[in-house]
Nanobody
Framework: VQLVESGGGLVRPGDSLRISCVAS????????VGWFRQVPGQEREGVRC????????FQPSSVEARFTVASDKSEVTLTLEMNHVTPEDTAVYYC????????????????????WGQGIQVTVSA
């Protein structure tokens, strides 16, 4: 599985931000993908996730964002859109995936995710 992340960078407080991840190379029809983030000095946390079995699934998260998923037979694109960002949104955002997964993505613990993107730095600063 390959994960290619894009977007991010330096944005001002109150601006909007969009980050995307294209996941491809799944060998099975059922899989899970998701977004995580790691705020400086804190543990990495889940933001949103999607499974082919259940679709987009709710996760308790401090991140206010619109999560969209677009898929075809060869790849899936996850997009996270955040409006009115604040300095608290400063973090490295990671895309992750699990192949051959026919259950809820909420059942996955971080060590269960097999594939990780390189991470996108998002810095919110005036």
């Amino acid at each position: 599985v390959q994960l290619v992340e894009s977007g991010g960078g330096l944005v001002r407080p109150g601006d909007s931000l969009r980050i995307s991840c294209v996941a491809s190379g799944f060998t099975e029809d059922e899989y899970a993908v998701g977004w995580f983030r790691q705020v400086p000095g804190q543990e990495r946390e889940g933001v949103r996730c999607y499974s082919t079995r259940y679709g987009k699934e709710f996760q308790p998260s401090s991140v206010e964002a619109r999560f969209t998923v677009a898929s075809d037979k060869s790849e899936v694109t996850l997009t996270l859109e955040m409006n009115h960002v604040t300095p608290e949104d400063t973090a490295v955002y990671y895309c992750a995936a699990v192949d051959d997964w026919g259950f809820s993505c909420r059942e996955l613990r971080q060590h269960d995710w097999d594939y990780w993107g390189q991470g996108i730095q998002v810095t919110v600063s005036a």
